[in-house]
């Protein structure tokens, strides 16, 4: 159990991270982060912020979904905005493009390890891969379809906002799926199986 804790909430934060990576590399950011950036900056707040409220928000649609959270997805909700916020006090905007372009691939990957830490530590879905499979349960719609959808939604009113799409929105599209793949079974940690019933001893 502690080491799946300590899984979770390093993956946690190394999400966070990764998200601020993307905004200091300034090329383009994954779906979700595009609309979190153009929220960000209609409504001038930090990105890590618009994180927090936009996962407070999206796990309000898991109520009719009969979705139920788990300490994963509060977490997930509270850690990967702090996270971002934190690490971009930290990191100076850059001009340099060969460096802004080392740190985009950095992201890429940095995310896809993340993800394979915090969903392998077993704790429960994010709140919006939760809203995914929440929708799959009720309408029993396919999963490619669903999360297609909510990529595709979620990037065009980002872009609309002024979020930063480009080349890193591409680049993460293609390979952030076979990225994950590779990584989630490192993380996949053996659960521990249950007692076995005792035995009745016969009387003698």
């Known amino acids: 159990m502690l080491r799946r804790l300590i899984q979770l909430y390093i993956g946690l934060i190394l999400y966070g991270v ?3 990576v ?40 898991w109520i009719p979904l009969r979705q139920r959270p788990g300490l994963g997805t509060i977490s997930n909700v509270i ?57 799959h349960a009720r309408t029993g719609w396919p999963i490619r379809r669903i999360r297609t959808t909510i990529e595709i939604s979620v990037l065009l009113i980002g ?12 680049l993460y599209a293609l ?8 990584c989630l079974p490192w993380f996949q940690l053996p659960r521990a199986a249950p007692p076995a019933p005792m035995k009745a001893e016969p009387l003698s």
Not at 31 to 36: D, K
């Open 18 to 20: 990764s998200t601020a």
């Open 22 to 61: 993307y905004v200091r590399a300034n090329l383009g950011a994954d779906p979700w982060n595009v609309f979190h950036l153009g929220v960000a900056g209609l409504a001038s707040m930090d990105i890590g912020m618009v994180m927090i409220l936009t996962g407070a928000a999206v796990l309000l649609l």
């Open 79 to 135: 850690v990967l905005g702090l996270a971002a916020d934190a690490t971009l006090s930290l990191m100076p905007p850059l001009e340099s493009l060969w460096l802004r372009a080392v740190l985009l691939l950095l992201a890429v990957l940095l995310n896809a390890l993340a993800t394979g830490m915090y969903i392998g530590a077993g704790f429960g879905a994010g709140p919006r891969d939760g809203l995914m499979t929440g929708i």
């Open 159 to 170: 872009i609309v906002l002024g979020g930063a799409f480009g080349i890193g929105t591409v």
């Open 175 to 182: 390979a952030i799926g076979p990225l994950i793949q590779i």
